[in-house]
């Protein structure tokens, strides 16, 4: 998964974090081990703490839901698209032949909040769908 925005900016700061108390506790071992060793068991605990957190963060959240609350979710070899989709071709040798159509407007901002799912080898959409060649061999003309 690509992690894009604050998120982006959020695993770059833990990873500076993690680097900085990482030589943090190697010059602490260096200097008096013994501090050395309980600095390194506080941070463990605390760090499992925080591993926890997001165990139960990630469990607790939704698969698959986007920011705006649309799923999308596809089985292995199957297509799902959510939204307005226009002049498409999807599938092995399909192709979409004739002047593209009009991009349909954009429905209400309530009507959203759709939940797709394509099982294994199959196809669906929410949203308005035109001029589109979906599946093996197909051809919109």
Same mark, same amino acid.
């Given at each position: 998964?690509?992690?894009?925005?604050?998120?982006?900016?959020?695993?770059?700061?833990?990873?500076?974090?993690?680097?900085?108390?990482?030589?943090?506790?190697?010059?602490?071992?260096?200097?008096? &081990?013994?501090?050395?060793?309980? *600095?390194?068991?506080?941070?463990?605990?605390?760090?499992?703490?925080?591993?926890?957190?997001?165990?139960?963060?990630?469990?607790?959240?939704? /698969?698959? *839901?986007?920011?705006?609350?649309?799923?999308?979710?596809?089985?292995?070899?199957?297509?799902?698209?959510?939204?307005?989709?226009?002049?498409?071709?999807?599938?092995?040798?399909?192709?979409?032949?004739? /002047? &593209?159509?009009?991009?349909? /407007?954009?429905? &209400?901002?309530?009507?959203?909040?759709?939940?797709?799912?394509?099982?294994?080898?199959?196809?669906?959409?929410?949203?308005?769908?035109?001029?589109?060649?979906?599946?093996?061999?197909?051809?919109?003309?």
């Amino acid at each position: 998964m690509a992690v894009s925005g604050p998120a982006r900016v959020a695993v770059w700061v833990l990873a500076v974090v993690a680097g900085v108390v990482s030589a943090g506790l190697i010059v602490a071992l260096v200097v008096n &081990p013994d501090m050395a060793d309980r *600095t390194a068991s506080v941070i463990g605990a605390i760090v499992g703490l925080a591993a926890v957190v997001l165990a139960v963060i990630a469990l607790v959240r939704s /698969p698959g *839901t986007s920011g705006d609350g649309r799923r999308v979710r596809s089985g292995r070899g199957g297509i799902a698209a959510g939204g307005n989709i226009t002049g498409s071709a999807i599938g092995d040798r399909s192709s979409v032949v004739g /002047p &593209p159509t009009a991009r349909a /407007p954009a429905p &209400p901002a309530g009507g959203r909040d759709a939940d797709v799912r394509a099982g294994r080898d199959g196809i669906a959409a929410a949203g308005d769908i035109a001029d589109n060649a979906l599946g093996d061999d197909s051809e919109r003309r």
